[in-house]
């Protein structure tokens, strides 16, 4: 509860600041949507040409896509302290919050809590209602449900791997673009359910960073097409892999801040 | 404007392709997350491909599309920060005591930086991309006229990307907050120069309005050539014809910025 609360105070301060630039916030939010607006242009025109992706059609293909834009947006938003964390510690800010009373990741998480990337939820939505007016979608409580669980284990999934980052960060005050191999890239290959994909990436997106479990199997589910023939209880269950791979990622971040020196004001 | 003098674009060229030449870690990464998004995307065009329905443009061409796209991509994504550093802290006012015109020296800067960019990261893909499997690949320039026309066209479209570019910073200069603009106009290049799916690729409709747009002359133009389609001359000349446009563009809404420039600082 504590925890929230200083969420939401993290929030109001960040808002207030940005409001100073009250044209360039708007600004950025709306670039966001554009941003995502323009991947969306691109999976159309795919989509125009192609008309089908193996098994999927259009509106599936889109509404994979949406959970995975909406799902991105959030990760920005509460994430942007973790993906950009390799400036606290280049900067020396990450001392100040050593010194803070409180738990050490949330500080990380709402210090820089970034509003502008939620332009980038419209799109998705955007696409979501695409993807349901193209196509007669079922829908019960037991889908939403799924739904629901593979965006929080999706999202979870995703600051994980960005945790990486931030970890790798305590040992080299080099930026390693190769781990945007996994979160940047991860979204853009997994926007497309995984089972289009030759067997080395499949197994990447299954075992090593399981958007396949996260994402592609409940929402599959969710589209009446299980891959691999799951059950509802297995799609349902399975983005507990995306919970269970952010666990460990915040032992190993944690593991890394007892080996943070400081680099000195 | 007095006596042209070269000499001191061609300085800040040196020394910004010098500095650049020292990122050598950056480099690499970058290198494995271009090879690595080539990848993924031809595996998705695979699968496109394989979907059924036939397709005027052959998967092979788009192969070797997406493969120069992410080879080229330093060039299009690269930003000189240090502009925007110094307008925030008023060294640009040190910067306009130069006896230079100063969009022609951002605009030397922003062409080496692309450049030198560009080939740490691409040089070491075309080994790579030969050793691939077939089907992923890329292919050799069908003719040797081909390969000298896209090596040509490919330093104009550079030329094109930093025109942009220093607009950009026009824009950057009158803000003091550059990401939002910076982000805007860098995705407009990245779908209009063709990185994000190959313009080749979009509707046959719009395929006589889209290869004429200002972003295409950047990559797609040269990679049409390497691919051996479009005339050699005609697309110089469209993107000579740009790179004018953008230059004029760009110089005009500089010198606007720096009669009311505020020197931030003190």
């Known amino acids: ?265 | 404007m007095k006596t042209l003098r070269l000499r001191p674009y061609l300085s800040a060229f040196r020394v910004r392709a010098l500095l650049e030449t020292q990122y050598r870690g950056a480099a690499l990464g970058g290198l494995v997350t271009q090879m690595f998004f080539g990848l993924v995307y031809i595996a998705l065009y695979h699968a496109l491909y394989a979907s059924g329905g036939a397709q005027e443009t052959p998967l092979a061409e788009v192969v070797t599309y997406v493969w120069l796209q992410q080879m080229a991509f330093r060039a299009l994504l690269s930003a000189d920060g240090e502009l925007n550093e110094r307008v925030l802290s008023g060294g640009i006012a040190y910067d306009l005591c130069r006896p230079v015109d100063p969009w022609g020296w951002w605009f030397s800067r922003a062409v080496a930086q692309k450049l030198v960019g560009m080939l740490m990261r691409g040089a070491p893909m075309v080994f790579l991309q030969f050793v691939l499997p077939v089907g992923y690949r890329m292919a050799l320039p069908p003719t040797w006229g081909a390969g000298a026309a896209f090596a040509v066209s490919l330093m104009a479209g550079l030329a094109v990307i930093a025109a942009v570019d220093a607009i950009r910073s026009a824009v950057v200069m009158r803000t003091l907050d550059a990401r939002g603009v910076s982000a805007m106009i860098q995705l407009l290049m990245m779908i209009f120069a063709g990185n994000v799916i190959p313009l080749t690729l979009f509707p046959a409709q719009v395929q006589g309005l889209i290869r004429f747009q200002p972003f295409a002359q950047a990559l797609d133009a040269p990679i049409r050539l390497y691919l051996g389609g479009g005339d050699f001359l005609l697309t110089l000349g469209m993107q000579l014809g740009w790179l004018l446009a953008l230059g004029w563009l760009g110089r005009g809404m500089w010198r606007r910025q720096l009669l009311r420039v505020t020197i931030q600082g003190g």
Request: net charge positive; hydrophobic share 50%; aromatic share 14%.
């Open chain 1, 1 to 265: 509860m504590k925890t929230l609360r200083y969420m939401g105070r993290a929030m109001g301060l960040l808002l207030r600041s940005a409001m100073q630039y009250r044209a360039s916030f708007l600004m950025q939010t709306l670039s966001q949507a554009v941003m995502t607006g323009g991947e969306l242009l691109a999976v159309e025109v795919l989509l125009g040409r192609f008309t089908r992706l193996g098994q999927w059609s259009g509106p599936e293909v889109l509404f994979f896509f949406g959970v995975m834009q909406c799902v991105f947006a959030l990760v920005e938003f509460v994430g942007r302290g973790v993906s950009t964390f390799a400036t606290y510690v280049g900067s020396g800010e990450f001392d100040t919050l050593l010194v803070r009373p409180r738990n050490l990741l949330v500080q990380v998480f709402c210090t820089r809590l970034d509003p502008r990337r939620l332009g980038g939820i419209l799109v998705g939505l955007s696409a979501l209602a695409l993807a349901a007016a193209g196509q007669p979608l079922a829908w019960c409580w037991g889908k939403a449900l799924l739904l629901v669980a593979s965006c929080l284990g999706t999202t979870l999934l995703l600051v994980g791997l960005f945790l990486i980052e931030a970890t790798v960060s305590f040992f080299s005050v080099k930026s390693i673009e190769m781990v945007n191999v996994l979160t940047y890239g991860g979204r853009t290959a997994c926007q497309y359910p995984v089972d289009i994909y030759p067997t080395p990436l499949r197994l990447l997106f299954t075992f090593v960073a399981p958007f396949a479990l996260c994402m592609h199997l409940p929402v599959s589910w969710v589209l009446d097409k299980p891959l691999w023939g799951a059950s509802y209880w297995a799609a349902l269950m399975a983005p507990l892999a995306g919970a269970v791979f952010f666990g460990i990622m915040v032992r190993v971040w944690y593991w890394g801040v007892r080996h943070y020196r400081s680099t000195g004001s």
